[in-house]
């Protein structure tokens, strides 16, 4: 089979299109994600009303707690929840496919209320939903990853999220 020389023209037109369409695309993402190291540290999506913050780790360490990202703890993320509102909180893959704990504070009449530390095996939760109401105003909310060091109280943790969802104008009342 021969080709007219209109369809040598077509192919050859083609062809380099198709190489030069390859080329910039490569050179695009090459050009990308030059100089943007892979970042797998495990984050905290918070949405309420209309903000959606994304809270990194106050401390985050490697498994065996050999190296961390600071010494001292950051202080807590601060997205205030309105009263009647609800937060959602999404967790990153990276810390959702390991177990993680959630302890949820809460101001009532009686004072300040801080919920049993609850355990997430692997996999099995990626959102929570926490309400903010006037009986219960949601006030702190932490998420803890443990690591593979074990204390006398439990595995210690590789990461810890904290969230500051007490709204605004409202105080902690004091200790007495």
């Given at each position: 089979m021969t080709l007219s020389s209109g369809e040598k023209k077509f192919f050859a037109i083609f062809s380099i299109v198709a190489v030069l369409f390859v080329v910039i695309v490569a050179g695009s993402v090459a050009v990308l994600t030059s100089g943007h190291e892979a970042d797998d540290t495990p984050y905290v999506q918070v949405a309420s009303g209309d903000k959606l913050v994304r809270v990194?780790?106050?401390?985050?360490?490697?498994?065996?707690?050999?190296?961390?990202?600071?010494?001292?703890?950051?202080?807590?993320?601060?997205?205030?929840?309105?009263?009647?509102?609800?937060?959602?909180?999404?967790?990153?893959?990276?810390?959702?496919?390991?177990?993680?704990?959630?302890?949820?504070?809460?101001?009532?009449?009686?004072?300040?209320?801080?919920?049993?530390?609850?355990?997430?095996?692997?996999?099995?939760?990626?959102?929570?939903?926490?309400d903010s109401t006037r009986d219960r105003i949601?006030?702190?909310?932490?998420?803890?990853?443990?690591?593979?060091?074990?204390?006398?109280?439990?595995?210690?943790?590789?990461?810890?999220?904290?969230i500051d969802t007490l709204p605004d104008g409202v105080e902690v009342p004091a200790q007495s």
């Open positions: 990194e780790p106050l401390k985050y360490c490697s498994i065996d707690l050999a190296e961390c990202n600071r010494e001292v703890l950051d202080p807590p993320a601060r997205v205030p929840v309105k009263v009647g509102e609800t937060m959602m909180l999404s967790l990153s893959s990276e810390l959702a496919v390991g177990p993680w704990t959630l302890v949820v504070q809460y101001l009532t009449a009686e004072g300040s209320d801080i919920g049993d530390e609850v355990f997430y095996p692997s996999d099995s939760a990626r959102t929570i939903t926490l949601l006030a702190a909310v932490e998420i803890k990853q443990p690591s593979q060091v074990e204390d006398e109280f439990g595995f210690v943790p590789r990461g810890i999220w904290g």
